[in-house]
């Protein structure tokens, strides 16, 4: 990574303006109910502290489109990051502002503040450059901890760095670039990617980046239907993008040059409604009659998606292999996850993609079990497309 981080810049005494991704799952009674994120912000937050810094930490939560809203409030996460580190932190009541100034400066060294929701602005998702100003005057030196909007040009994650010199990246936005530009740049071979999810259109410029990088590549879920109908075979009722089956079929005459091994389901478990109680039948996936739809792959290609992955070196995940949010049609997806994490054991590097992968493998208990599950969908995805993204490309350079 050729980015500075927070070990490269001197915090004491210094007001230290933090991007963090708290857009975190509230319940009813407005408690958090899933803090991966907020733990995995912990070792930034306290580095700055152990250094006499103090942390200024700033997120959106939800979309409150432009408008403050309490059921939108970051109040619960700065709870929840009290009781984490043992320590108050400070609630702004809003991200600027007079009042929200004064509690910056009058800020003791080592403690921690949290400013309300970003979103509360619209000038946050336009990159408005005076309402950057305003943030970035709360802070003597920022850093970008927040992996998981760094794909989004805003002015918490891109337009604060016009105006402060010093921008550099946070521990876990190091830790994600790390990996995912390991996997991407330098992969230890063979350097196989599971691609999944339902629909061939989000997955495009993914297909498109990794063929020629990888040596296998597996696709499943729902998106594996339209290369099937391409292919002239019998899909049932499973999902169908009528209007990607000229790229799907681009798509397989590239397959077919590539030096790289390409997976399709060879079997499916299809079922005549789409819920958890229809009753499965596994079926081949050349001909699955008419009146089913496939929602997970079969018993003979989880076995061979398998041995594919326990073959490779380095694997990245990103989408599910099946309707992973029913429990019935979640062996696919639950197998790959343990695969990964097999694999994972005898010195394979896993990264998992964010998103659905993500809840797919905290589902299955098996996060700790695989080198890196990244905390952005979106920013992962477009990092395995080969784009640059506007929050790490605005820091600082080595």
Known sequence: MNKKTIDNIDLKGKRVL?????????????????DKRIVES???IKKIMADGGKAILMSHLGRPKGQPNPKYSLKPAAKRLAELIGKEVKMAPDCIGDEVAAMASAMKEGEVMLLENLRYHAEEEKN????????????????????????????????????????????LMEKELNYLGRAI????????????????????????????????????????????KAKGMEIGKSLLEEEKLELAKELLTKFESSKAKVYLPVDVVAAPEFKNEAPATVTKADG???????????????????????????????????VFEFDNFAKGTNAIASALAEATSKGTV????????????????????????????????????????PGVEALNNK
Not at 26 to 33: A, R
Not at 189 to 201: D, E, N, Q, T, V
Not at 294 to 318: E, H, Y
Request: hydrophobic share 45%; charged share 15%; glycine share 12%.
């Open 18 to 34: 933090v991007r963090v991704d708290f857009n975190v799952p509230l319940d009813e009674n407005f408690n958090v109910t899933d």
């Open 42 to 44: 912990l070792p930034t």
């Open 128 to 171: 408005d450059p005076a309402f950057a100003q305003k943030l970035a005057a709360l802070g003597d030196v920022y850093v970008n901890d927040a992996f998981g909007s760094a794909h989004r040009a805003h002015a918490s994650t891109e337009g604060v760095t016009k105006f402060l010199a010093t921008s550099v990246a946070g521990y």
């Open 185 to 228: 740049g330098n992969p230890e071979r063979p350097y196989c990617a599971i691609l999944g999810g339902a629909k061939i259109s989000g997955k495009i410029d993914v297909i498109n980046n990794l063929l020629d990088k990888v040596d296998i590549l597996i696709i499943g879920g729902g998106m594996a239907f339209t290369f099937f």
């Open 288 to 322: 699955i009659p008419s009146e089913l739809m496939g929602l997970d792959i079969g018993p003979d290609t989880i076995q061979l998606f398998r041995d594919a992955v326990l073959s490779a070196k380095t694997v990245v995940w990103n989408g599910p292999m099946g």
């Open 350 to 389: 896993t990264v998992v993609g964010g998103g659905d992968s993500a809840a797919a493998i905290s589902k299955a208990n098996l996060e700790s079990a695989v080198s890196h599950v990244s905390t952005g969908g979106g920013a992962s995805l477009e990092f395995l497309e080969g784009k640059l993204l």
